[in-house]
């Protein structure tokens, strides 16, 4: 996916849809650091609360 580059973040914030892509464009660059940061903070603890069920 590497080849895609800022268009995968700019995908991911757009919930998938062509048609948002604009709108995330022209987001200040702070709102959307903070969100993609928020998104990866969850799913690390999504998968270290996984890994701790897997456990049990």
């Not at 919930?15 to 799913?43: P, Q, S, T």
């Amino acid at each position: 996916m590497d080849k895609y580059g800022l268009l995968n973040s700019v995908d991911v914030l757009a919930g998938g849809d062509i048609a948002r892509w604009n709108d995330i464009m022209r987001m200040r660059y702070e709102k959307v650091f903070v969100k993609l940061m928020m998104n990866k903070d969850l799913v690390n603890y999504q998968e270290r609360y996984a890994e701790i069920m897997r456990k049990k």
